[in-house]
C-alpha cells in the first residue's frame, strides 16, 4: 500500500461518521393555544436573533420608525407573534419553520407525568433552548390539562436562560412601554381598516356602476313596454270604434230584414185572403154548375187545331218574380 492510500484510509477512518437527520414529526402544532407574550417567549426559544428577522422579512412585518435590526430580539419576537394569532398564512409559514428548527416534540407518543416533565425541565442534552421549546411542544399537545401548565413552566425557564447572560454583561432592551405598544397597534390596525375600507369602497363603486347599468336598462325596458302600451291602447280604440260601427251597422241591417218580414207578412195575408175569397167563389160557381140548366142548343163541333206533343215540349214557361205576384195583388181581379 502506497503512502497517499494510507493516509486516504487514515482520514476515512478518522472522519465522523455521518449524523442521521431526525424526521420531521407531524403532530400538532397548537400555537394559539399560547397567549401572545408567551407565544413572543416560544418563538425566542425557537429561532436564532437572526432567524426571526428572516421570517418577519418574509412576512414582510415593520414597525412604524424603528428598523428591525435595531429592535430587541423579545420585541421583534412578539410582534410575529401578533401576526401569527391575526393572519392564517403566518400560522402556515410559522408552523413549517418550527418543524425545521425543532424537528419534533419531545418524546412524542409516550405517556408523560408530572415527574417527567420536572425531571425534563432539569436534566437534558443539546442546545438547551431548542430542548425546552421541544418540552412545551410536547406539553401543549399532552391529552391532560393540568400537564398543559408545563409548557408555561418549559417557555419561562428558557427566557431565564436568555437573560441569564444579559445579568452579567449588560441588561437587556427594555421593551417599549404599554402606551407605545398599545399606539403602534392601533396604528397598524388603523392601516389595516383603510386597506380594507379602500377595498370595500372598491367593490362598492363597482356595485353602484353595475346598478346604474341595471336601472338603464330597466328604464330602456320600461320606456318600450310604454310604447308598446300606447300602441294596444290606440288599437283598442279603434278596435271599439269599429264594433260599435258595426253593432250600429247590424242593427240598421235588422231592422230593415225585420220590416222585409213584415211586408211579406202583409203580402201573404192578402194572397190568403184572396184564395179564400177565390174559393168561395168557386164553391158558389159549384153550386150552381150542380143545378139543373135548361136544355140549350148543341153548340157545332169545331175542330181545335191543337198542337203535338213534340211541339208542347218545346214550349217555354215564364218565370216571375216574388215582387211581380206581390204587385198584380192590388189588381183587379177581372184583369
Known amino acids: 500500500m502506497g503512502k497517499k492510500e494510507k493516509q486516504k484510509a487514515a482520514a476515512a477512518a478518522a472522519a465522523p461518521a455521518p449524523v442521521e437527520e431526525i424526521p420531521i414529526s407531524a403532530a400538532p402544532l397548537p400555537l394559539l393555544k399560547l397567549e401572545a407574550r408567551a407565544l413572543g417567549e416560544f418563538f425566542e426559544l425557537c429561532f436564532a436573533d437572526k432567524r426571526l428577522l428572516e421570517l418577519c422579512g418574509e412576512l414582510r412585518l415593520y414597525s412604524p420608525g424603528y428598523r428591525l435590526e435595531a429592535m430587541p430580539p423579545d420585541q421583534v419576537a412578539r410582534m410575529l407573534a401578533d401576526e401569527v394569532r391575526a393572519a392564517k398564512d403566518a400560522q402556515q409559514l410559522i408552523d413549517k419553520a418550527i418543524r425545521d428548527a425543532l424537528r419534533n416534540p419531545v418524546l412524542e407518543g409516550k405517556p408523560l407525568t408530572a415527574d417527567h416533565y420536572r425531571d425534563l425541565l432539569e436534566v437534558f442534552t443539546g442546545d438547551p433552548l431548542q430542548h425546552l421549546a421541544r418540552l412545551a411542544w410536547r406539553a401543549l ?90 300602441q294596444v291602447r290606440g288599437e283598442l280604440t279603434r278596435a271599439s270604434a269599429e264594433l260599435a260601427r258595426l253593432t250600429a251597422a247590424g242593427e240598421g241591417r235588422a231592422l230593415s230584414e225585420a220590416r222585409r218580414l213584415s211586408d211579406e207578412n202583409r203580402s201573404l195575408s192578402e194572397k190568403l185572403r184572396a184564395a179564400a175569397e177565390e174559393r168561395d167563389e168557386l164553391r158558389d160557381e159549384l153550386k150552381s154548375a150542380q143545378r139543373p140548366a135548361p136544355a140549350a142548343p148543341q153548340p157545332v163541333a169545331v175542330e181545335e187545331d191543337l198542337p203535338s206533343a213534340e211541339e208542347a215540349a218545346t214550349f217555354l214557361i215564364p218565370i216571375f218574380t216574388r215582387e211581380f205576384y206581390d204587385s198584380i195583388q192590388s189588381w183587379d181581379r177581372r184583369m
Do not use: H
Not at 436562560?161 to 390596525?189: G, H
Open 141 to 230: 399537545i399532552d391529552d391532560d390539562e393540568k400537564l398543559r401548565e408545563y409548557a408555561l413552566a418549559a417557555i419561562d425557564l428558557g427566557v431565564e436562560a436568555l437573560d441569564a447572560p444579559a445579568r452579567t454583561q449588560k441588561p437587556r432592551k427594555p421593551q417599549l412601554s404599554s402606551d407605545v405598544q398599545e399606539l403602534r397597534k392601533k396604528t397598524e390596525e388603523a392601516l389595516k381598516d383603510a386597506d380594507r375600507s379602500a377595498k370595500e369602497r372598491d367593490s362598492m363603486r363597482d356595485q353602484l356602476a353595475q346598478a346604474r347599468s341595471e336601472i338603464s336598462a330597466r328604464e330602456k325596458t320600461l320606456a318600450d313596454v310604454r310604447d308598446e302600451l300606447g
